[in-house]
């Protein structure tokens, strides 16, 4: 259960309804989800979170499909199931497929396991691997 309630486009602000028409120009639809209904309560973090999240999930160097990857990835570290649901719906318009989300979550499932290993043992981090 949410700890604020969602707001309909009849009761953000109209700065907030200015972020919410962006999000709808970008996206090429008209939903807003839940997230963005839930930040509209304080229009300034609404509109820096939609600014970032849109320079960063751009195309660049990385594909936006492997962003999305990342994404999830992060989520699941994160405990975040909002961002699980909302960004695999994402990587699957953006082309992953059954399998790439099964090897995805072999990956997450590796790393988990090696970093608490790696964490308890406390294992000194080679030279070779110092940056």
């Given at each position: 259960?949410?700890?604020v309630?969602?707001?309909s486009d009849e009761?953000?602000s109209?700065?907030?309804?200015?972020?919410?028409?962006d999000?709808?120009a970008?996206?090429g639809n008209?939903?807003i989800?839940?997230?963005?209904?839930?930040?509209a309560?304080?229009?300034?973090?609404l509109?820096?979170t939609?600014?970032?999240?849109?320079d960063?999930?751009?195309?660049g160097?990385l594909d936006?499909?492997?962003?999305?990857l990342l994404y999830?990835?992060?989520?699941t570290?994160?405990?975040?199931?909002?961002?699980?649901h909302?960004?695999s719906?994402?990587?699957?318009?953006?082309?992953m497929t059954p399998?790439m989300?099964t090897?995805?979550?072999?990956?997450i499932?590796m790393?988990?396991?090696?970093?608490?290993l790696?964490?308890g043992?406390?294992?000194?981090?080679?030279d070779?691997?110092k940056?």
């Amino acid at each position: 259960m949410g700890t604020v309630p969602l707001l309909s486009d009849e009761e953000v602000s109209a700065s907030a309804l200015a972020v919410f028409d962006d999000i709808r120009a970008t996206r090429g639809n008209d939903y807003i989800n839940n997230f963005w209904r839930a930040l509209a309560h304080d229009p300034i973090t609404l509109r820096a979170t939609w600014d970032r999240l849109k320079d960063v999930m751009a195309p660049g160097a990385l594909d936006p499909l492997v962003k999305e990857l990342l994404y999830i990835a992060v989520s699941t570290a994160n405990g975040c199931s909002y961002c699980i649901h909302s960004h695999s719906v994402a990587a699957k318009a953006k082309g992953m497929t059954p399998e790439m989300q099964t090897e995805l979550l072999s990956v997450i499932g590796m790393a988990m396991q090696t970093n608490g290993l790696v964490t308890g043992l406390q294992v000194e981090v080679d030279d070779v691997f110092k940056a």
